[in-house]
């Protein structure tokens, strides 16, 4: 059974294959299309370990196998969560090879996160590693598997006292059974995959109460994918480095692992985006193009002042998820002497990129433009009125990569697009005279936090849920390297509640650490607009004149007083 999900509608979708953007191929061609090379070259690097094409396409099989033993079955949906290691592609692979659609958790999930997905796709499977707090011991699997009571198996990375482990299941070793030996593999067959049908759900950044997904189906990501490739111009010599979270929409398809996998190259993997980790992985395996929000941009430049000489074989740097200043984005090629490329995409579907051969200006100015002809644009005023070139409007967009609406959340759905299927993506853009996307705002609910996207009211609700809290506000305040961090104004009955004590509340309440607020001020009452809205603009205008006045040196005292 396939998953229930808002399509495209016919003329549409019959409009893409003629085109040629949806070829009915399913993803796992990704690996497959590489099988038959004469040389199975480099695919994956993580730490000391590595995998050709043929042997990561083997463990995904095996992996494949095992759960198909185990008794999942094509339909079903898993729970993932994994850090940057080389088994959240075998998984992904194998769970695609099955039919078995997955929802990919951040890392920095927490329970929170983990159950509200849980909830919505009802996983027969969970995926998980040890080397998260919460699947240390067993306590928080259990839990969760009397909550979603449609959890039947967990498959655990690394050592583990509870669930099967994943390093088994991946070896073939999982049961005393005769499948895995080489002659009964052959009698495993894999079930039909239908391209239209959804691959794996991504996840909103949003802006609202719960965390949304998003269904992407073969059809539809793996053209992304391979556009992606393409316009990023990847070949077999690409060696990328994935240091942002891998299951992010940006490095697993803008063109992340997905788009170096399907073009030949190597994927290198890093637990994260620092210098300290990131350039001697870049030295020892020559890394030709990394992919980096811009308050990682600010790390490197710092630590390439002192010495840059491992980065020599960089030739491109791609820097999205967030606005990138135009003198950070000036630095680049001198200090760190590696080509620039904007991204500015949305795991909701569209994403656009600066040109290889764009002019300087393009590149240090414009987010790029749309991969596909067939990606419909519309900026509009507060009418939704569409505005001229050169002036800001909202961004509204559908096209063969665009989904058409957050999985079971009709509700929603209802605003999140027009009446013709534009996707309102929240952002507030410019369009250049020939076509190129500025982003100059945001006329959604979230902050943009280095890149990691917080919805102001999942956080609101949580500090709502804190004894004494009786209104909450979250808004963005300007941050020199995150560009913005959370800032929370909460009424209180309590005036001596301290910040600590909040946000250890909401650390129990297990939401991921990047949505605690970063900072909390306590207001007698939130300020209201006309219209009796909480009044975010002046609460943003406020955090912002009191950093100013707090960053300006303070008089000095005179000594006579
Ligand atoms: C300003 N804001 C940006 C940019 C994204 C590639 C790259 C990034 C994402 C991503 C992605 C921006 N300048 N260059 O999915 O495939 C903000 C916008 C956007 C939101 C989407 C990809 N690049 N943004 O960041 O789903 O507000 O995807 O709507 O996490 O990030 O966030 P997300």
Same mark, same amino acid.
């Given at each position: ?148 009571? =449609?959890?039947?198996?967990? !498959?655990?990375?690394?050592? #583990?006292?509870?669930?099967?482990? /994943? &390093? $088994? ?83 697993? =398809?803008?063109?992340?692992? !997905?788009?170096?996998?399907? #073009?030949?190259?190597?994927?290198? /993997? &890093? $637990? ?22 811009p308050s990682a941009v600010t790390l490197w430049l710092q630590a390439a002042a002192d010495d840059r000489s491992a980065l020599s074989s960089l030739q491109w740097l791609q820097v999205g998820g967030a606005h990138l200043g135009e003198s950070l984005a000036r630095r680049i090629y001198p200090k760190l ?128 849920a804190v004894p004494e809290i009786t209104q909450a506000a979250l808004v963005a305040m300007p941050d020199s390297v995150m560009g913005e961090k959370s800032c929370a104004f909460i009424v209180t009955t309590n005036p001596k509640l301290k910040p600590l004590t909040i946000r250890k509340h909401l650390r129990?309440r297990g939401i991921a650490d990047y949505k605690l607020p970063d900072r909390i001020e306590k207001v007698d009452a939130l300020p209201m607009t006309h219209v009796g809205k909480i009044d975010k603009k002046a609460l943003r205008q406020r955090i912002a004149n009191l950093l100013k006045k707090q960053s ?10």
């Open positions: 059974m396939s998953i229930a999900f808002t399509s495209w509608p016919p003329e549409l979708a019959e409009h893409y294959r003629q085109k040629g953007y949806w070829t009915d191929v399913p993803m796992t061609d990704i690996l497959t299309r590489h099988q038959q090379n004469p040389t199975d070259h480099l695919a994956l690097i993580c730490g000391e370990r590595s995998w050709t094409y043929r042997q990561l396409e083997h463990d995904a099989e095996r992996l494949a196998a095992s759960l198909l033993q185990l008794g999942v079955q094509p339909g079903d949906t898993a729970l993932v969560h994994l850090p940057n290691v080389a088994e959240f592609y075998i998984t992904f692979f194998a769970l695609m090879k099955l039919g078995v659609v997955p929802v990919n958790a951040l890392f920095s999930h927490n329970q929170h996160e983990l159950t509200v997905y849980a909830e919505q796709i009802r996983p027969t499977l969970a995926i998980v590693s040890s080397g998260h707090h919460l699947f240390r011991q067993s306590t928080f699997a259990q839990t969760l598997s009397e909550q979603v009571t =449609s959890l039947k198996f967990c !498959l655990v990375d690394g050592d #583990a006292d509870f669930g099967y482990s /994943l &390093a $088994a299941a991946i070896a073939g070793t999982l049961m005393p059974c005769h499948a895995f030996s080489s002659q009964a593999k052959k009698a495993v067959s894999w079930p039909e995959l239908n391209a239209s049908d959804v691959a794996f759900f991504q996840l909103s950044g949003g802006s609202t109460g719960t965390p949304k997904l998003i269904p992407r189906t073969h059809n539809d990501y793996y053209y992304s994918v391979r556009a992606s490739a393409e316009i990023c111009r990847l070949d077999s010599d690409t060696v990328y480095l994935c240091a942002l979270p891998a299951p992010h929409n940006y490095t697993l =398809s803008s063109p992340g692992a !997905l788009g170096v996998f399907y #073009a030949g190259g190597t994927v290198v /993997l &890093a $637990a994260e985006p620092s210098p300290m980790t990131c350039f001697p992985l870049i030295q020892s395996h020559q890394i030709t193009m990394a992919a980096l929000v002497g590696c080509h620039l490329q904007q991204v500015f995409g949305m795991a909701e579907g569209l994403v656009n990129y600066t040109r290889f051969e764009d002019s300087e200006w393009h590149v240090l100015h414009t987010q790029g433009r749309p991969i596909s002809d067939d990606d419909e644009i519309r900026i509009v005023d507060e009418n939704g009125d569409d505005v001229p070139r050169g002036t800001p409007g909202a961004l509204l967009t559908r096209g063969p990569y665009t989904f058409r609406g957050y999985y079971n959340s009709p509700e929603h759905n209802r605003v999140a697009f027009d009446k013709d299927g534009f996707y309102r993506s929240g952002d507030v853009v410019v369009m250049t005279e020939d076509g190129y996307l500025m982003v100059v705002g945001r006329d959604k609910d979230q902050i943009n936090r280095g890149g990691e996207k917080v919805a102001a009211e999942e956080v609101e609700n949580q500090l709502l129990m300006q040196p303070q008089p000095e005292k005179d000594v006579l007083s």
